[in-house]
């Protein structure tokens, strides 16, 4: 990925983890086997589907300002930039061990967005700040139903499903 000189840079990487992340989650959906794991991995893709939406036209409001005063640091930058560059989803390779153990994947991508995402707001208009608030409260809320997906697994024992 590009480094961020503008604030549509960060907000266009955020984009990009979304539509990564719509596309993990239809093939885990495609690969699942029973009907209650393909219905919520329908729902997490929708949920990856609905943020890229917010971040598309957040891109287009923002178009080419430059970051905001005070998020310019260079230590500041290389630090967010290490956390798109370490996300779940752009480490070569990773993708197969993901897709080898969907639902430890699905977390580790979810807490990858997360933090990426509490990191990008203060690169974004003040404006933008709450949209990138509600995406970040999403994925928390995400991991929760990961780990609440994983526990009714393990009771239901569909372990073989993914």
């Known amino acids: 990925m590009a480094s961020f000189v503008k604030a549509a840079d960060a907000v266009a990487a955020a984009l990009e983890i979304e539509r990564r992340g719509y596309a993990f989650y239809r093939r885990v959906q495609e690969k699942a086997t029973e009907q209650e794991a393909k219905d919520f991995f329908n729902f997490m893709a929708e949920e990856e589907q609905r943020h890229e939406g917010i971040f598309a036209e957040m891109l287009k409001r923002i178009g080419g300002l430059e970051l905001p005063v005070g998020v310019t640091d260079e230590e500041y930058l290389s630090y967010v930039q290490g956390l798109l560059d370490s996300h779940a989803l752009f480490l070569p390779g990773h993708e ?21 995402f509490i990191e990008l707001e203060p690169l974004v208009p003040e404006a933008e700040r709450a949209s990138v608030h509600r995406c970040a409260d999403e994925e928390r809320k995400h991991i929760r139903m990961l780990q609440h997906f994983r526990n009714s697994m393990s009771r239901a024992n569909m372990k073989s499903t993914l």
């Open 96 to 116: 197969d061990e993901m897709m080898a153990h969907p639902l430890r994947g699905a977390v580790r991508f979810e807490k990858d967005t997360l933090l990426f």
